[in-house]
C-alpha cells in the first residue's frame, strides 16, 4: 500500500513539474517576435497574457461550447482543432493541444494571424487592464 501511495505522489509531482508557469521576465524575453506587431507593445502582451493565463503554457479554461489553451488561451471553435469541437474553423491550421508545450512559436504564429483578423481586442483583459499605465509590465532584468 505504501508503495501504491508513493507512486501516486510521484506521479502527481511528475505532472506538475511538467507545467511550465512563466515568470515576467521569461514571457517578455519568450514575445519579444511580438514587439510591435498590430501596434501592440511587449509590457502589453506581458500584461495580457499575465491577465489571460497567469503566465501558464499548459492552462486550459473549459468555457460553456469552447475551450481555450495555452499562454494566450486560444479558442477551440475558430482558431485551432481539438476532439471536444472537431468541425471548428482552425484558422491557424494547428491541433489545439500544441498551445500547451513549452515552445511558444506556434503559438506566436497563431496570435500574428488572430491579431490581422480580430485585433488585440480578442483579448478582452487588454482593453480593460493592459492599455495604459504599463511600467509595472516591464521587466528590469533585461
Known amino acids: 500500500m505504501m508503495s501504491f501511495v508513493s507512486l ?4 502527481i509531482l511528475f505532472h506538475a513539474i511538467q507545467a511550465e508557469q512563466l515568470t515576467k521576465c521569461e514571457v517578455f524575453q ?8 498590430g501596434g501592440v507593445s511587449l509590457p502589453e502582451w ?8 497567469g503566465y501558464d503554457t499548459q ?39 500544441k498551445f500547451l508545450d513549452d515552445d511558444l512559436t506556434d503559438d ?3 496570435v500574428k494571424k488572430i ?4 485585433g488585440i ?12 499605465k504599463l511600467d509595472q509590465w516591464l521587466c528590469e532584468k533585461l
Not at 519568450?30 to 506587431?37: A, Q, T, V
Not at 506581458?46 to 493565463?53: G, P, Q
Open 59 to 97: 492552462a486550459v479554461v473549459q468555457n460553456n461550447d469552447s475551450t481555450e489553451y495555452g499562454l494566450f488561451q486560444i479558442n477551440n471553435k475558430i482558431w485551432c482543432k481539438d476532439d471536444q469541437n472537431p468541425h471548428s474553423s482552425n484558422i491557424c491550421n494547428i491541433s489545439c493541444d
Open 108 to 110: 506566436i504564429m497563431c
Open 8 to 11: 501516486l505522489l510521484v506521479g
Open 121 to 132: 481586442n480578442y483579448w478582452l483583459a487588454h482593453k480593460a487592464l493592459c492599455s495604459e
Open 115 to 118: 491579431l490581422d483578423k480580430v
Open 46 to 53: 506581458v500584461c495580457t497574457t499575465f491577465h489571460t493565463s
Open 30 to 37: 519568450e514575445l519579444k517576435d511580438l514587439k510591435d506587431y
